[in-house]
């Protein structure tokens, strides 16, 4: 090795080491900024003729990147689990500790008190008057939380919004970005745009669950967790929110425009193509799938139980039950049920039949809804395989309502062949095949007048619909959605509060105004009386149609409320565990530890010493050779 290679060599060397202090200086000065990546310089030996020298080759960002790709992940999911966790603390607030004065299972409570306390005393003017306070209590508790949960789903709204923006700014951004570093030498300035890039991906991730990819040129390629393609070098979609202000209980997701009532996902692509990203289904994650879930389903649903409270606590005053009577025991009988001919039935009541199939088979019931022909019913209340519901015209004569019952069970599945028939007057006749049972049978109807010899009264009406009385009508739209908004105490009691106990005014016949008879049912019918929860209320996580007495049923979905938030907290404490551990692995590697960058500094300079040494050598050995 000659004086000029050892001279090229030291100074290789030096330069090196330069550029290794320069590295660990900005670690250094950089070890508290967000996002920063630990940098490390990487050399290799050069071969020139029979010498071996050192030079820098590139500035090496040091992090796991299997590591990182878990963060992104995990990340994702504590935004899931955040947002829900929120949203549903905020539907927390609204329903109130169970048990507290604004709560809705106490103001319920109240009115029933109040209830107990007329049936003791109906003459009492002033019981009556503490009746209707607590009735006009609950209903407006009930207005409340259904506007309370509207809200909250306008502010999911808003936030799918908000977060779609910001999805198509970090693409946009993520594109100058990307862009840069491709084609981009491994020095300092790409480890920085490699920074900058990390912490767009970061934060996409906290809005959308990602997979990334990276070619050899340095460009990135970004798909969520359902495949879909989101950016290759360039943003591969544009995501579009036609977002919607004010919502109300009608205001739900369909695939189909027409019916869609709330903001949805589009995705466009370059080639002018659009697709709708929540009927794809590509939000599995993150925070946009939070919104949408709460939007959706989860707040849908608790308006659902609210408006089941409020049907079943109006129904359960206001409806008429007509028994019918089974004649035999056993397979093969059959049973009458009295029907008024024409029908008093209005829109929405119904006729429930049970039956047996087999001898010892479980009980099923058929529930036959009046509606128009050609009604088809919302799937939330088609019941489930132990409560069938059926939309049937039960209008007309008691031979059309035959006629239509008929028809329907022929055109429902599983049911065996029971015949309806109308053998005279207003007489209902159902026959069991000779494998099969009829269990019991009765009608439903609305009792839509205050007096008229009927102890049941209409004191829940739809204030929304003119203060008429709720019956459960399918025509044109379910008046069961939303009721809990528009609930309202009869005003027709309350100009005239004799009639929470006079419901008999013919001559003759009036009822006393001791009576207790009407207080005493009004009681019963929400405290004992066993009614068909529908499956749209969700309670327990389940879909079958459950039994309870509309007193049970208010302290299940009070409750259950509680019951959800604690476990959507529980979850996100979770999560939020899972993501700290992932981000002490990863910061294992990619955090600046400054007294290792110290240690690695004190080795720099010995050797930048050496080199330098080399140098100054090298130069004393020429100067003595040029002075030969």
Not at 40 to 61: C, H, I, M, N, Y
Request: net charge negative; no cysteine; charged share 15%.
């Amino acid at each position: 090795m000659g004086l000029s290679t050892s001279l090229n060599t030291a100074v290789a060397g030096l330069n090196a080491t330069q550029i290794g202090i320069g590295v660990i200086s900005q670690n250094v000065a950089n070890a508290g900024t967000a996002g920063y990546v630990r940098r490390a310089v990487s050399t290799s030996d050069t071969l020139s003729g029979q010498t071996v020298g050192s030079q820098s080759t590139q500035v090496q960002r040091l992090l796991d990147k299997i590591v990182q790709h878990q963060l992104w992940q995990e990340s994702a999911g504590a935004a899931y689990t955040s947002t829900r966790a929120d949203m549903l603390s905020g539907l927390d607030q609204l329903y109130g500790a169970p048990g507290s004065a604004t709560a809705l299972d106490s103001i319920y409570s109240g009115f029933t008190s109040a209830l107990q306390a007329l049936q003791n005393d109906p003459s009492s003017y002033s019981l009556r008057t503490a009746v209707l306070d607590n009735a006009g209590q609950l209903a407006a508790r009930l207005n409340t939380l259904s506007d309370g949960v509207q809200s909250l789903r306008s502010d999911a709204e808003t936030g799918i919004a908000s977060a779609v923006t910001q999805v198509n700014n970090l693409l946009e951004a993520l594109t100058n970005v990307n862009a840069r570093i491709v084609g981009t030498p491994n020095d300092a300035a790409a480890a920085g745009l490699k920074d900058q890039r990390d912490l767009i991906l970061s934060e996409l991730s906290q809005f959308i669950d990602i997979k990334t990819s990276e070619d050899a040129r340095g460009s990135i390629s970004i798909t969520t967790g359902s495949g879909t393609q989101l950016f290759d070098g360039r943003p591969s979609v544009t995501f579009g929110f036609d977002a919607r202000s004010g919502l109300d209980a009608d205001d739900q997701w369909s695939s189909d425009p027409a019916q869609r009532g709330v903001g949805t996902i589009t995705m466009s692509t370059g080639s002018g193509g659009t697709m709708d990203a929540i009927a794809n289904k590509t939000f599995r994650s993150g925070e946009i799938a939070a919104l949408v879930e709460m939007r959706d389903k989860t707040l849908v649903q608790a308006q659902a139980q609210l408006d089941e409270i409020a049907s079943q606590m109006a129904k359960a005053l206001s409806d008429r039950e007509t028994k019918g009577v089974v004649t035999g025991a056993g397979v093969g009988n059959s049973a009458t049920l009295a029907i008024a001919s024409p029908s008093t039935l209005s829109p929405g009541n119904t006729i429930t039949f049970d039956y047996k199939a087999t001898a010892t088979g479980p009980t099923q019931r058929l529930t036959l809804v009046n509606a128009s022909a050609g009604t088809v019913l919302p799937a939330t209340a088609v019941g489930d395989a132990s409560n069938q519901v059926i939309a049937v015209d039960l209008s007309g004569s008691a031979a059309d309502i035959a006629t239509a019952i008929q028809a329907a069970l022929v055109a429902t599945p599983g049911v065996p062949a029971f015949t309806f028939s109308n053998p005279s007057g207003n007489q209902l006749l159902i026959s069991a095949p000779a494998a099969s049972q009829v269990m019991g049978v009765a009608s439903y109807a609305t009792n839509t007048a205050l007096t008229g010899g009927s102890a049941e009264i209409p004191l829940f009406v739809d204030g929304g619909a003119g203060g008429v009385a709720f019956t459960g009508s399918y025509e044109g739209r379910s008046q069961a959605l939303g009721f809990a908004g528009r609930i309202t105490v009869n005003p027709d009691v309350i100009a005239d509060r004799s009639k929470l106990v006079v419901f008999n005014t013919t001559a003759g016949s009036t009822t006393p105004q001791g009576d207790a008879t009407r207080p005493k049912l009004m009681l019963e019918a929400l405290t004992q009386t066993q009614r068909s929860i529908t499956n749209r209320t969700g309670l327990d996580g389940s879909t079958a149609t459950t039994q309870l007495t509309v007193s049970n049923l208010v302290q299940r979905i009070v409750s259950s409320q509680g019951q959800s938030v604690e476990t959507a907290k529980r979850l996100d404490e979770g999560q939020q565990v899972a993501l700290a551990a992932i981000q002490s692995r990863f910061q294992q590697t990619a955090q600046v530890n400054v007294d290792q960058e110290m240690a690695q500094l004190i080795e720099l300079q010995t050797a930048y010493a050496a080199n330098a040494r080399i140098i100054s050598t090298v130069k004393e050995m020429m100067d003595l050779l040029m002075r030969v």
